[in-house]
Protein backbone atom coordinates (compact mmCIF):
# COMPACT_ATOMS: atom_id res chain seq x y z
CA UNK A 1 0.00 0.00 0.00
CA UNK A 2 1.54 3.49 -1.47
CA UNK A 3 2.09 5.48 1.79
CA UNK A 4 1.24 9.47 1.29
CA UNK A 5 3.91 12.06 0.47
CA UNK A 6 2.95 14.96 2.55
CA UNK A 7 2.46 14.24 6.75
CA UNK A 8 0.18 15.97 9.19
CA UNK A 9 0.88 16.71 12.49
CA UNK A 10 -0.70 14.39 15.34
CA UNK A 11 -2.35 18.14 16.26
CA UNK A 12 -4.12 18.25 13.15
CA UNK A 13 -5.36 14.79 12.30
CA UNK A 14 -6.89 14.85 16.18
CA UNK A 15 -8.78 18.17 15.40
CA UNK A 16 -9.75 16.69 12.10
CA UNK A 17 -10.95 13.74 13.43
CA UNK A 18 -13.12 15.64 16.05
CA UNK A 19 -14.20 17.78 13.69
CA UNK A 20 -15.49 15.09 11.29
CA UNK A 21 -17.20 13.69 14.29
CA UNK A 22 -18.86 16.79 15.52
CA UNK A 23 -20.43 16.71 11.76
CA UNK A 24 -18.08 20.01 10.91
CA UNK A 25 -16.14 17.71 8.06
CA UNK A 26 -14.02 18.89 5.72
CA UNK A 27 -10.48 18.90 7.32
CA UNK A 28 -10.28 15.13 7.50
CA UNK A 29 -10.94 14.43 4.52
CA UNK A 30 -7.79 15.26 3.14
CA UNK A 31 -6.18 12.89 5.38
CA UNK A 32 -6.12 9.93 2.75
CA UNK A 33 -3.76 7.64 4.08
CA UNK A 34 -1.25 6.76 7.27
CA UNK A 35 1.75 8.89 7.66
CA UNK A 36 4.85 8.34 5.34
CA UNK A 37 7.15 5.68 6.30
CA UNK A 38 9.37 6.58 9.67
CA UNK A 39 7.02 9.08 10.37
CA UNK A 40 5.07 8.18 14.27
CA UNK A 41 1.42 7.35 13.85
CA UNK A 42 0.03 10.05 15.41
CA UNK A 43 -3.97 9.89 14.35
CA UNK A 44 -3.78 6.08 16.52
CA UNK A 45 -4.80 7.64 19.75
CA UNK A 46 -7.24 9.24 18.38
CA UNK A 47 -9.29 6.25 16.72
CA UNK A 48 -12.23 6.32 19.28
CA UNK A 49 -12.67 9.47 18.22
CA UNK A 50 -15.69 9.16 16.43
CA UNK A 51 -17.29 7.25 19.89
CA UNK A 52 -16.44 10.08 22.03
CA UNK A 53 -19.21 9.62 24.79
CA UNK A 54 -17.92 6.58 26.10
CA UNK A 55 -16.71 6.01 29.71
CA UNK A 56 -12.98 7.72 28.23
CA UNK A 57 -12.54 9.49 24.93
CA UNK A 58 -10.15 7.65 23.06
CA UNK A 59 -8.99 4.39 22.15
CA UNK A 60 -5.40 3.31 23.46
CA UNK A 61 -5.19 0.33 21.70
CA UNK A 62 -4.97 -1.14 18.16
CA UNK A 63 -7.20 -3.58 16.72
CA UNK A 64 -5.73 -6.82 16.55
CA UNK A 65 -5.81 -7.21 12.47
CA UNK A 66 -4.35 -3.76 12.38
CA UNK A 67 -1.27 -4.56 10.78
CA UNK A 68 1.49 -1.50 12.12
CA UNK A 69 -0.75 0.09 14.48
CA UNK A 70 -1.90 3.20 13.01
CA UNK A 71 -5.63 3.43 12.77
CA UNK A 72 -5.41 2.25 8.85
CA UNK A 73 -6.40 -1.61 8.07
CA UNK A 74 -5.52 -1.58 4.28
CA UNK A 75 -7.45 -4.12 1.99
CA UNK A 76 -5.47 -6.56 0.74
CA UNK A 77 -5.67 -6.33 -2.61
CA UNK A 78 -6.98 -3.03 -2.82
CA UNK A 79 -9.43 -2.08 -5.64
CA UNK A 80 -7.93 -0.18 -8.01
CA UNK A 81 -8.92 1.46 -11.75
CA UNK A 82 -12.32 2.08 -10.61
CA UNK A 83 -14.09 5.34 -12.02
CA UNK A 84 -17.52 6.55 -10.47
CA UNK A 85 -20.41 4.72 -12.66
CA UNK A 86 -22.53 7.36 -14.37
CA UNK A 87 -24.69 4.76 -16.68
CA UNK A 88 -28.36 4.64 -16.45
CA UNK A 89 -29.54 1.32 -16.43
CA UNK A 90 -33.35 -0.27 -17.11
CA UNK A 91 -35.37 1.81 -14.06
CA UNK A 92 -36.11 -0.87 -10.93
CA UNK A 93 -37.92 0.78 -8.30
CA UNK A 94 -36.33 -2.39 -6.05
CA UNK A 95 -32.47 -3.38 -5.81
CA UNK A 96 -32.02 -4.70 -2.78
CA UNK A 97 -32.19 -7.58 -0.31
CA UNK A 98 -32.61 -8.40 3.53
CA UNK A 99 -30.79 -9.79 6.08
CA UNK A 100 -33.21 -10.31 8.81
CA UNK A 101 -30.86 -10.55 11.84
CA UNK A 102 -32.09 -11.14 15.81
CA UNK A 103 -29.99 -9.90 19.02
CA UNK A 104 -27.40 -11.80 20.14
CA UNK A 105 -26.56 -10.45 23.49
CA UNK A 106 -25.56 -6.46 24.86
CA UNK A 107 -22.56 -5.21 26.15
CA UNK A 108 -20.55 -2.79 26.88
CA UNK A 109 -17.66 -3.30 23.85
CA UNK A 110 -17.04 -2.05 20.86
CA UNK A 111 -14.68 -3.76 18.86
CA UNK A 112 -14.26 -1.21 16.10
CA UNK A 113 -13.81 2.28 18.37
CA UNK A 114 -12.25 0.35 21.14
CA UNK A 115 -10.76 -2.97 19.63
CA UNK A 116 -9.14 -5.27 23.21
CA UNK A 117 -10.98 -2.96 25.73
CA UNK A 118 -13.32 -4.96 27.05
CA UNK A 119 -15.70 -2.26 29.13
CA UNK A 120 -14.72 0.32 27.88
CA UNK A 121 -17.82 1.23 26.02
CA UNK A 122 -21.45 2.50 26.54
CA UNK A 123 -23.76 -0.81 26.57
CA UNK A 124 -24.41 -1.86 23.08
CA UNK A 125 -26.97 -4.24 21.46
CA UNK A 126 -25.30 -6.74 19.23
CA UNK A 127 -27.01 -8.36 16.46
CA UNK A 128 -25.94 -11.19 14.23
CA UNK A 129 -22.74 -12.58 15.21
CA UNK A 130 -23.02 -14.18 18.47
CA UNK A 131 -19.26 -13.98 19.22
CA UNK A 132 -18.75 -10.16 19.17
CA UNK A 133 -16.96 -8.55 22.07
CA UNK A 134 -14.08 -5.98 22.30
CA UNK A 135 -11.57 -8.31 21.22
CA UNK A 136 -13.22 -9.80 17.91
CA UNK A 137 -11.24 -9.58 14.73
CA UNK A 138 -12.12 -10.71 11.07
CA UNK A 139 -11.01 -14.69 11.61
CA UNK A 140 -12.84 -14.73 15.12
CA UNK A 141 -16.12 -13.37 13.75
CA UNK A 142 -15.77 -15.57 10.76
CA UNK A 143 -15.51 -18.51 12.89
CA UNK A 144 -18.31 -17.75 15.11
CA UNK A 145 -22.25 -18.46 15.02
CA UNK A 146 -24.74 -16.37 13.99
CA UNK A 147 -28.38 -14.92 14.92
CA UNK A 148 -28.97 -14.04 11.23
CA UNK A 149 -31.18 -16.38 8.73
CA UNK A 150 -28.53 -16.99 6.39
CA UNK A 151 -25.76 -18.87 8.12
CA UNK A 152 -23.18 -17.57 5.99
CA UNK A 153 -23.59 -14.01 7.29
CA UNK A 154 -21.65 -14.09 10.57
CA UNK A 155 -21.23 -9.83 10.38
CA UNK A 156 -21.38 -8.02 13.67
CA UNK A 157 -24.00 -5.28 13.94
CA UNK A 158 -24.20 -3.37 16.88
CA UNK A 159 -26.42 -0.21 18.38
CA UNK A 160 -26.23 1.52 21.68
CA UNK A 161 -29.01 -0.14 23.99
CA UNK A 162 -32.37 1.65 24.52
CA UNK A 163 -33.52 1.77 28.04
CA UNK A 164 -36.63 2.60 29.70
CA UNK A 165 -35.22 3.37 32.91
CA UNK A 166 -32.72 1.36 33.74
CA UNK A 167 -34.08 -1.65 31.45
CA UNK A 168 -33.28 -2.86 28.22
CA UNK A 169 -35.57 -2.84 26.02
CA UNK A 170 -34.44 -5.08 23.32
CA UNK A 171 -35.97 -5.53 19.66
CA UNK A 172 -38.00 -9.07 19.66
CA UNK A 173 -36.67 -11.24 16.60
CA UNK A 174 -35.50 -10.81 13.41
CA UNK A 175 -34.61 -7.21 12.92
CA UNK A 176 -35.03 -6.10 8.86
CA UNK A 177 -31.13 -4.82 7.85
CA UNK A 178 -31.52 -3.71 3.88
CA UNK A 179 -28.98 -3.98 1.43
CA UNK A 180 -29.92 -2.06 -1.13
CA UNK A 181 -28.38 0.27 -4.10
CA UNK A 182 -27.53 3.42 -3.16
CA UNK A 183 -26.48 4.54 -6.50
CA UNK A 184 -28.47 4.57 -9.62
CA UNK A 185 -26.50 2.21 -11.25
CA UNK A 186 -27.45 -0.38 -9.18
CA UNK A 187 -25.33 -2.78 -11.70
CA UNK A 188 -22.22 -1.28 -10.38
CA UNK A 189 -22.69 -2.44 -6.82
CA UNK A 190 -20.53 -5.02 -5.77
CA UNK A 191 -20.13 -7.11 -2.30
CA UNK A 192 -18.38 -5.89 0.56
CA UNK A 193 -14.73 -6.89 0.97
CA UNK A 194 -14.15 -9.21 3.89
CA UNK A 195 -13.14 -7.45 7.18
CA UNK A 196 -14.80 -3.67 6.45
CA UNK A 197 -16.12 -2.00 9.19
CA UNK A 198 -17.05 1.79 10.20
CA UNK A 199 -19.37 3.79 12.40
CA UNK A 200 -22.56 5.33 11.34
CA UNK A 201 -23.32 8.29 12.46
CA UNK A 202 -21.83 9.75 16.43
CA UNK A 203 -22.87 9.80 20.02
CA UNK A 204 -21.36 13.25 19.68
CA UNK A 205 -23.92 15.03 17.33
CA UNK A 206 -26.71 17.49 18.23
CA UNK A 207 -30.14 17.16 17.17
CA UNK A 208 -29.77 19.13 14.36
CA UNK A 209 -26.68 17.32 13.04
CA UNK A 210 -28.74 13.82 13.09
CA UNK A 211 -31.68 15.46 11.47
CA UNK A 212 -29.42 16.86 8.82
CA UNK A 213 -27.56 13.79 8.48
CA UNK A 214 -27.57 12.24 4.95
CA UNK A 215 -28.51 8.68 6.73
CA UNK A 216 -31.71 10.20 8.14
CA UNK A 217 -34.76 8.39 7.13
CA UNK A 218 -37.96 9.03 9.16
CA UNK A 219 -35.96 9.58 12.58
CA UNK A 220 -37.58 7.93 15.19
CA UNK A 221 -41.45 7.10 14.42
CA UNK A 222 -44.39 5.36 16.44
CA UNK A 223 -47.66 5.08 15.51
CA UNK A 224 -48.78 7.91 13.20
CA UNK A 225 -45.68 10.23 14.29
CA UNK A 226 -42.63 10.04 12.20
CA UNK A 227 -39.24 12.11 11.51
CA UNK A 228 -39.13 12.66 15.28
CA UNK A 229 -35.39 13.26 16.09
CA UNK A 230 -36.57 12.73 20.09
CA UNK A 231 -38.70 9.46 21.17
CA UNK A 232 -42.11 10.39 20.04
CA UNK A 233 -44.37 11.96 23.01
CA UNK A 234 -47.31 10.94 21.24
CA UNK A 235 -46.82 6.85 20.76
CA UNK A 236 -49.71 4.85 21.52
CA UNK A 237 -49.97 2.43 24.30
CA UNK A 238 -51.35 -0.42 21.85
CA UNK A 239 -49.85 -3.83 21.87
CA UNK A 240 -49.21 -3.84 18.13
CA UNK A 241 -47.06 -0.11 18.41
CA UNK A 242 -43.72 -0.23 18.40
CA UNK A 243 -40.75 2.48 18.29
CA UNK A 244 -38.82 2.39 15.05
CA UNK A 245 -35.98 3.99 13.33
CA UNK A 246 -34.62 3.93 10.05
CA UNK A 247 -31.08 5.08 9.01
CA UNK A 248 -28.95 4.42 6.05
CA UNK A 249 -25.11 4.28 6.04
CA UNK A 250 -22.74 5.19 3.66
CA UNK A 251 -22.41 2.89 0.72
CA UNK A 252 -18.87 4.34 -1.70
CA UNK A 253 -15.95 2.75 -0.49
CA UNK A 254 -12.24 3.86 -1.45
CA UNK A 255 -11.05 1.05 -2.53
CA UNK A 256 -7.98 1.25 -0.37
CA UNK A 257 -9.04 0.55 3.49
CA UNK A 258 -10.96 -1.63 5.81
CA UNK A 259 -10.82 0.77 8.27
CA UNK A 260 -9.99 4.27 8.80
CA UNK A 261 -8.06 6.39 12.26
CA UNK A 262 -12.14 7.77 12.93
CA UNK A 263 -13.82 4.40 11.61
CA UNK A 264 -15.55 6.84 8.57
CA UNK A 265 -13.57 8.35 6.19
CA UNK A 266 -13.22 5.15 4.11
CA UNK A 267 -16.78 5.57 3.47
CA UNK A 268 -18.92 8.10 1.75
CA UNK A 269 -22.28 8.46 0.52
CA UNK A 270 -23.23 9.32 -2.89
CA UNK A 271 -23.63 12.42 -4.45
CA UNK A 272 -25.60 14.00 -6.90
CA UNK A 273 -24.22 13.92 -10.76
CA UNK A 274 -24.35 16.82 -12.06
CA UNK A 275 -26.90 18.08 -14.23
CA UNK A 276 -29.02 15.00 -13.88
CA UNK A 277 -30.70 13.24 -10.58
CA UNK A 278 -28.63 10.56 -10.82
CA UNK A 279 -27.02 9.62 -7.75
CA UNK A 280 -23.58 8.66 -8.39
CA UNK A 281 -20.30 7.82 -5.89
CA UNK A 282 -17.35 10.61 -5.31
CA UNK A 283 -14.21 10.16 -7.22
CA UNK A 284 -12.71 9.68 -3.67
CA UNK A 285 -14.64 6.67 -2.63
CA UNK A 286 -15.56 5.10 -6.24
CA UNK A 287 -16.50 2.38 -5.21
CA UNK A 288 -20.10 0.99 -5.11
CA UNK A 289 -21.02 -1.43 -2.14
CA UNK A 290 -24.72 -2.18 -0.51
CA UNK A 291 -26.09 0.40 1.19
CA UNK A 292 -26.92 -0.83 5.01
CA UNK A 293 -30.46 0.91 6.16
CA UNK A 294 -31.27 -0.33 9.42
CA UNK A 295 -35.06 -0.64 10.03
CA UNK A 296 -34.99 -1.57 14.18
CA UNK A 297 -38.59 -2.01 16.25
CA UNK A 298 -38.33 -1.48 19.88
CA UNK A 299 -40.91 -3.13 21.89
CA UNK A 300 -41.86 -0.16 24.21
CA UNK A 301 -45.24 2.16 23.66
CA UNK A 302 -47.03 4.16 25.63
CA UNK A 303 -45.06 7.15 28.06
CA UNK A 304 -41.80 7.03 27.01
CA UNK A 305 -40.51 10.23 29.05
CA UNK A 306 -37.80 7.47 30.86
CA UNK A 307 -36.88 6.45 27.34
CA UNK A 308 -33.30 6.99 26.59
CA UNK A 309 -30.04 5.57 25.35
CA UNK A 310 -27.06 4.11 26.70
CA UNK A 311 -24.84 6.39 24.46
CA UNK A 312 -27.27 9.65 26.03
CA UNK A 313 -30.26 11.16 24.40
CA UNK A 314 -32.64 9.94 20.89
CA UNK A 315 -30.20 12.17 18.84
CA UNK A 316 -27.14 10.07 19.75
CA UNK A 317 -28.46 6.93 17.91
CA UNK A 318 -25.57 5.41 16.07
CA UNK A 319 -24.47 2.16 14.54
CA UNK A 320 -21.64 0.10 13.48
CA UNK A 321 -21.19 -2.92 10.73
CA UNK A 322 -18.44 -5.45 10.93
CA UNK A 323 -18.34 -7.04 7.58
CA UNK A 324 -17.56 -11.09 7.80
CA UNK A 325 -20.52 -12.34 5.42
CA UNK A 326 -18.93 -15.73 3.34
CA UNK A 327 -17.69 -14.45 -0.10
CA UNK A 328 -19.90 -16.29 -1.78
CA UNK A 329 -23.45 -16.22 -0.17
CA UNK A 330 -22.96 -12.17 -0.28
CA UNK A 331 -22.05 -12.18 -3.46
CA UNK A 332 -24.87 -14.31 -4.44
CA UNK A 333 -27.43 -11.94 -3.04
CA UNK A 334 -25.93 -8.87 -4.28
CA UNK A 335 -25.64 -10.10 -7.75
CA UNK A 336 -29.15 -11.57 -8.25
CA UNK A 337 -31.05 -9.32 -5.85
CA UNK A 338 -29.25 -5.60 -5.99
CA UNK A 339 -27.63 -5.63 -9.61
CA UNK A 340 -30.25 -7.55 -10.93
CA UNK A 341 -32.75 -5.32 -9.70
CA UNK A 342 -35.21 -7.25 -7.25
CA UNK A 343 -36.87 -6.62 -3.92
CA UNK A 344 -35.64 -9.81 -1.99
CA UNK A 345 -36.18 -11.05 1.17
CA UNK A 346 -33.07 -13.19 3.13
CA UNK A 347 -33.58 -15.96 1.09
CA UNK A 348 -32.67 -13.60 -2.08
CA UNK A 349 -36.36 -14.19 -3.68
CA UNK A 350 -38.97 -11.75 -4.58
CA UNK A 351 -42.29 -12.11 -4.44
CA UNK A 352 -43.05 -10.76 -7.50
CA UNK A 353 -40.58 -11.97 -9.58
CA UNK A 354 -41.01 -15.78 -8.74
CA UNK A 355 -39.81 -16.53 -12.21
CA UNK A 356 -36.36 -15.60 -10.96
CA UNK A 357 -36.28 -18.26 -8.42
CA UNK A 358 -33.99 -17.50 -5.01
CA UNK A 359 -30.05 -17.14 -4.50
CA UNK A 360 -30.28 -19.36 -1.34
CA UNK A 361 -32.50 -22.81 -0.51
CA UNK A 362 -34.70 -23.29 2.33
CA UNK A 363 -32.58 -23.11 4.66
CA UNK A 364 -31.02 -19.95 3.30
CA UNK A 365 -27.96 -21.64 2.03
CA UNK A 366 -26.15 -21.86 -1.11
CA UNK A 367 -27.70 -24.50 -3.10
Known sequence: MPRRSKVLSGSLIAGALLLTTLGIGGVASSVDGPPASGAAPAAAPMAGAAHAGHKTAASTRAAADDPDGDGYIPAEPPVTGVEPSTKEPPHRYFHEFQANCSVSHTRPD????????????????????????????????????????????????????????????LPIGPQVIYYK????????????????????????????EFRAHKGFVEGWECGDSFFNTDFPTDCPEREDVQVNIRFQAPSCWDGKYLDTPNHQSHMAYPVVNPGTNNNICPA??????PMIEFKMAFPVNGDLSNVRLSSGEAWSFHYDFFNAWDDRTLKALVDH???????????????????????????????
Open 181 to 208: AGVTDYTSVRPFPKGLRYVVGSPLQSRE
Open 337 to 367: CVVGGLQCDARGYDQTHPEAGAALNENYELP
Open 284 to 289: THPVAL
Open 110 to 169: DPIVYPQQPGKSHDHTFMGNTTTDAASTTASLSAGGTKCLAPGDKSAYWMPTLLDGDQPV
